[in-house]
């Protein structure tokens, strides 16, 4: 997409007259029409014809509000992405904002599945997906930190929610949960020794892919660069 026109499109207004008024069409129809598609049928799924046939219009006139696929999927990102969170509505100081944050954006992304492969890459982003960058750097303000390194924290926390969300990472740790994995392994436990007794420690619990663990490791490390340098 041009980049000016892009940028117009998620920044300006997103009301445009519809042609003709009977069909009412906005970018934001357009956009809920087409993450509808991508929740229930996967990104690949998503084509100008595909969400103008869910709209009963035709593809032209999907073509009036968002001039290319590649717009399309921008304002799908901004619209899904919902509105940053208010973290200064949080007690606790840093730590239990950039928890919430965190919590919040993984829900998100489950909620939208194709949200992380769709928000990689070079390309144009909206004010809300900026927005929730903002919020979380801002969590960070008063803490002793550097401009760079709150934002490289706020880096390391999305890298760990995009390696932990569970609708990429599902059946990364089979041994833990799936009976026939762990009596293979055992069976197999001179290849594996360690695998196996780590596995079998966790007595078959359904684990979180590292979730949690990684988290307050991530705000462990961050405490501790901030104590340094009160």
Same mark, same amino acid.
């Given at each position: 997409?041009? $980049?000016?026109?892009?940028? $117009?499109?998620?920044?300006?207004?997103?009301?445009?007259?519809?042609?003709?008024?009977?069909?009412?069409?906005?970018?934001?129809?357009?956009?809920?029409?087409?993450?509808?598609?991508?929740?229930? $049928?996967?990104?690949?799924?998503?084509?100008?014809?595909?969400?103008?046939?869910?709209?009963?219009?035709?593809?032209?006139?999907?073509?009036?509000?968002?001039?290319?696929?590649?717009?399309?999927?921008?304002?799908?990102?901004?619209?899904?992405?919902?509105?940053?969170?208010?973290?200064?509505?949080?007690?606790?100081?840093?730590?239990?904002?950039?928890?919430?944050?965190?919590?919040?954006?993984?829900?998100?992304?489950?909620?939208?599945?194709?949200?992380?492969?769709?928000?990689?890459?070079?390309?144009?982003?909206?004010?809300? $997906?900026?927005?929730?960058?903002?919020?979380?750097?801002?969590?960070?303000?008063?803490?002793?930190?550097?401009?760079?390194?709150?934002?490289?924290?706020?880096?390391?926390?999305?890298?760990?929610?995009?390696?932990?969300?569970?609708?990429?990472?599902?059946?990364?740790?089979?041994?833990?949960?799936?009976? #026939?994995?762990?009596?293979?392994?055992?069976? #197999?436990?001179?290849?594996?020794?360690?695998?196996?007794?780590?596995?079998?420690?966790?007595?078959?619990?359904?684990?979180?892919?590292?979730?949690?663990?990684?988290?307050?490791?991530?705000?462990?490390?961050?405490?501790?660069?901030?104590?340094?340098?009160?």
């Amino acid at each position: 997409m041009g $980049e000016s026109q892009g940028a $117009e499109l998620l920044w300006g207004s997103r009301q445009k007259a519809a042609r003709p008024p009977r069909l009412a069409l906005t970018v934001d129809r357009i956009a809920d029409a087409a993450i509808g598609v991508a929740d229930a $049928e996967g990104m690949a799924a998503v084509s100008m014809q595909h969400v103008a046939a869910k709209l009963d219009v035709t593809k032209m006139a999907l073509y009036r509000h968002v001039a290319s696929k590649a717009e399309l999927v921008a304002v799908m990102i901004e619209s899904a992405v919902g509105e940053p969170p208010d973290l200064l509505t949080v007690p606790g100081g840093w730590r239990p904002r950039l928890v919430r944050w965190a919590d919040l954006m993984r829900e998100t992304w489950e909620h939208h599945p194709w949200l992380p492969a769709a928000t990689t890459g070079e390309r144009l982003t909206g004010p809300r $997906e900026v927005g929730w960058t903002e919020s979380a750097v801002a969590a960070l303000a008063g803490t002793g930190l550097d401009g760079g390194e709150r934002m490289d924290a706020v880096f390391l926390l999305s890298g760990h929610i995009r390696n932990t969300r569970s609708a990429a990472t599902a059946g990364t740790q089979p041994w833990t949960a799936e009976k #026939h994995l762990r009596d293979i392994l055992r069976r #197999h436990s001179d290849r594996f020794p360690a695998l196996v007794a780590a596995a079998d420690s966790t007595d078959g619990a359904v684990r979180d892919n590292g979730w949690s663990f990684g988290l307050e490791r991530i705000l462990d490390g961050l405490a501790v660069l901030i104590d340094s340098r009160r």
